[in-house]
Nanobody, 124 residues
């Protein structure tokens, strides 16, 4: 397992932008597929997007496609979630997750390690 620490959450107005970061421990970060999930109050944790291991391709949930971008810097053991055109429905705790496979997934149960989460609040 890897240790994951998210940062960058906060309060933003509708239409605004935020960038979340997730710093990972360990020397094998590049081999892990990484994912971003979110959980709003009273709702299940849902997939936001992910990126495959090594130089992997990013993929997204339909609800964020075209607004969010995931990237990774393997030299810094960090994965990013750049969010644009935020709306109130994006309000949630955002979690970073790592999967001990280079192949990506959208399923919560496929990820082995999780960060503590960072709150994103979008005001109208």
């Amino acid at each position: 397992q890897v240790q994951l620490v998210e940062s960058g959450g906060g309060l933003v107005q509708t239409g605004g932008s935020l960038r979340l970061s997730c710093a990972a421990s360990g020397r094998t970060f590049s081999t892990y597929a990484m994912g971003w999930f979110r959980q709003a109050p009273g709702k299940e944790r849902e997939f936001v997007g992910g990126i495959a291991g090594f130089g992997g391709v990013a993929y997204y949930a339909d609800s964020v496609k075209g607004r969010f971008t995931i990237s990774r810097d393997n030299a810094k053991n960090t994965v990013y979630l750049q969010m644009y055109s935020l709306n109130v429905e994006d309000t949630a705790v955002y979690y970073c997750a790592a999967r001990s496979s280079r192949f990506g997934s959208h399923r919560v149960e496929d990820f082995d390690s999780w960060g503590q989460g960072t709150q994103v609040t979008v005001s109208s």
